[in-house]
């Protein structure tokens, strides 16, 4: 799927060589087991916020203030490549959410 036609250079998320097929279940697998663990935060006076769970953010309440911890991070890979083009004068878009050839699986 091609988000934006008129810029045939795009690539999918598929051609990118993600495949949610695989991922999905490997996501599900990780949140229960990171679920197991969320009542340890009451012993140190947080809690979580469980609408949190398996969003962008995942947020703790720790009392005067919330945490919030992001792991997908498509939206920081954009600054880290503004930041890049600034340092550099060239551009890092072309490789965000982009699997390199050499970290595909061969088998």
Same mark, same amino acid.
């Given at each position: 799927?091609?988000?934006? !036609?008129?810029?045939? @250079?795009?690539?999918?998320?598929?051609? *990118?060589?993600?495949?949610?097929? $695989?991922?999905?279940?490997?996501? =599900?697998?990780?949140?229960?087991?990171?679920?197991?663990?969320?009542?340890?935060?009451?012993?140190?006076?947080?809690?979580?916020?469980?609408?949190?769970?398996?969003?962008? !953010?995942?947020?703790? @309440?720790?009392?005067?203030?919330?945490? *919030?911890?992001?792991?997908?991070? $498509?939206?920081?890979?954009?600054? =880290?490549?503004?930041?890049?083009?600034?340092?550099?004068?060239?551009?890092?878009?072309?490789?965000?959410?982009?699997?390199?050839?050499?970290?595909?699986?061969?088998?």
């Amino acid at each position: 799927m091609n988000p934006d !036609a008129s810029q045939p @250079d795009t690539l999918s998320y598929e051609q *990118a060589g993600v495949n949610y097929d $695989l991922i999905d279940p490997l996501k =599900v697998a990780a949140q229960r087991a990171a679920a197991a663990t969320a009542g340890h935060l009451g012993a140190h006076g947080f809690s979580e916020i469980r609408a949190s769970r398996g969003e962008s !953010a995942y947020v703790v @309440d720790v009392g005067p203030f919330y945490l *919030a911890s992001i792991v997908e991070c $498509l939206g920081s890979k954009s600054l =880290v490549a503004d930041e890049m083009g600034k340092l550099t004068g060239r551009s890092y878009y072309a490789g965000i959410a982009q699997t390199p050839s050499r970290w595909r699986s061969t088998t």
